[in-house]
């Protein structure tokens, strides 16, 4: 199996059944793994009406314990031979998913796909600029030449990511993983993606507290002395 998709969901009763069509329509070799982090909204009993399918694992937490914490679940039942993360709302296009396997299949393992260097619109100011900002510090930090560090299309070839030691419970996965990556001494390959953002009125989650514990994280990576 080429790949493993991974989706962490909270809340996203409107937008993950068309996610959902979506991301199964595309033509590749791949398993989609869910994870419900505790929802609220009609999010778990939308999951629990779907048929079984073969290349569909669904897993449940009964309380919110974040996206980080829902990676964690689904990370050992993957079998592909590389992973992806799509996240649960229609802001990413799972088209672009094919692109970011044949860049990984051509000798790169792991592959970030980039907003910025696709050029679609922003969201808000100051996400784009956080966003700017923490992969200005991660090539400070971590002498990389990344574009879009908190991109939620990040590849790992499977075994890379299933050996790392990956402790952040939500948002703060995405700064871990490129932390424990770049110290691990693998280079992160970039490719354009397309990028549809939504609003906070339409269930965006992230927060300046996001980009406070990124901050923090990368700093920690940087400094710690040992990393597995």
């Not at 009609?42 to 009964?62: C, D, I, K, N, W």
């Not at 309380?63 to 964690?72: E, F, L, P, S, V």
């Not at 790992?156 to 110290?183: H, K, W, Y």
């Amino acid at each position: 199996m080429d790949l493993s998709i991974i989706i962490p969901v909270f809340n996203e009763i409107h937008t993950l059944p068309e996610c959902l069509r979506r991301v199964e329509a595309v033509n590749l070799e791949r398993e989609i793994l869910i994870v419900d982090d505790g929802s609220t909204d009609g999010t778990r009993q939308y999951l629990e009406s779907l048929p079984p399918a073969e290349h569909r694992s669904v897993f449940f937490h009964e309380r919110n314990r974040g996206k980080g914490a829902a990676i964690q679940t689904a990370l050992p039942h993957a079998r592909g031979d590389f992973v992806v993360i799509q996240d649960g709302d229609l802001e990413y296009d799972p088209e672009d998913l094919k692109a970011l396997l044949a860049a990984a299949k051509n000798g790169t393992p792991i592959v970030y796909g980039s907003r910025v260097l696709g050029g679609d619109p922003i969201s808000y100011l100051s996400f784009y600029l956080g966003g700017r900002f923490l992969s200005w510090l991660t090539n400070r930090l971590y002498g990389s030449h990344i574009t879009d560090e908190p991109t939620c299309y990040k590849l790992f070839r499977r075994d890379i990511l299933q050996e790392m030691n990956l402790t952040a419970r939500g948002f703060s996965f995405c700064p871990e993983v490129t932390a424990l990556a770049l110290r691990k001494g693998y280079s992160i390959h970039e490719i354009p993606i397309s990028y549809l953002p939504r609003s906070k009125k339409e269930g965006k989650k992230i927060s300046w507290r996001t980009g406070v514990g990124a901050i923090y994280t990368l700093l920690k990576y940087r400094w710690k002395r040992k990393v597995s």
